[in-house]
């Protein structure tokens, strides 16, 4: 499961997600991303809470970050995986 929490400011938003980035719920994240950047502008992802993320959603957090999204905060294990290069 993911909860996806969103905290706006005046011209950004940040996505604050708690749980596993798995299956299902990158499609979420996803559309979230894209409803949030249409709505706000600027998306920033907080990742401090996430205790999973498969390939896939690495994979997701890679291409929104090459897309502009900024990511806000991060946990270790999340860090590592996003640092280790692709298969």
């Not at 798995?22 to 706000?40: D, F, H, M, Q, T």
């Not at 897309?67 to 991060?74: K, Q, Y």
């Amino acid at each position: 499961m993911l909860r996806i929490t969103e905290i706006s400011e005046a011209n950004a938003v940040t996505l604050k997600l708690a749980g596993k980035l798995v299956g299902p719920w990158i499609g979420e994240l996803r559309s979230a991303c894209g409803r949030a950047a249409a709505r706000y502008g600027t998306v920033r992802l907080d990742l401090a809470d996430v205790s999973f993320v498969d390939a896939d959603g690495i994979a997701l957090i890679r291409e929104l970050a090459g897309g502009g999204l900024a990511i806000a905060r991060t946990n270790p294990f999340v860090a590592e995986l996003l640092m280790t290069e692709k298969p």
